[in-house]
């Protein structure tokens, strides 16, 4: 562990695996305590836990469906309630699914826009004002933005609206000295994103990028701590691409 967030606190939603999990342990690894959310795997958020903790570090685990509004209320009541206080937020919930837009239902359009829009714009609006002065918003958005990609309508059109969010809200949040950016990876090796591609297309995927790979969460979680640190304080209302400079 280094001390570069110390006494500091984190809320990363979805958190139990993939890049949020790799942000919870890379965030508590520099100092912060770290409140793990998450939908419906309890197994897979204690294990974050449990892996923190026996690393030196502060933990807890916590339920909330962020696509509710009533529910991101409860997250940030009750980390609060735990910690004291939230000094860094997180917006990684996310869920993706890859459909041409005229198969795409409205079901699965409202359910793609509650957990990547609502959710993040919701917890922005709590951080808005329970956020500490000098606090850090980071909200995930994807590389997939920037590229003409068939079949991924809904997903980019999601992620297109966290970027503006972000910018937007970064004039809003400066006056507090709260910083607010977006990430946005590319190809990372996560269980959402090799679901259901052959050997084949993974292959292909990461031949998109300069180094011939895919990418892996800790990366997208370095870059995560940064913004997070008092070394990114003049660092507002981006848009950071981190994907192996993706063709």
Known sequence: MNDALKGKVALVTGASRGIGRAIALRLARDGAAVAINYSSN?????????????????????????SRVSEIVRLFDESIAHFGRIDILVNNAGVMFIKPVSATTEAEFDRIFA??????FFACQQAATRLSEGGRIINLSSSTTARFMPTYGAYVATK???????????????????????????PIETEMFMEGKTPEQLQQFGQLSAFGRIGQPVEIADVVAFLASDAAGWVSGQNIRINGGLA
């Open 42 to 66: 309890v197994g897979e958020a204690q294990k974050t836990v449990a892996e923190i903790e026996s690393a030196g570090g502060t933990a807890f685990a916590i339920q909330a469906d962020v």
């Open 115 to 120: 957990i990547n829009v609502k959710g993040t």
């Open 160 to 186: 297109g609206a966290v970027e503006q969010l972000t910018r937007s809200l970064a004039k809003e949040l400066g006056p507090r000295g709260i910083t607010i950016n977006a990430v946005s990876p590319g």
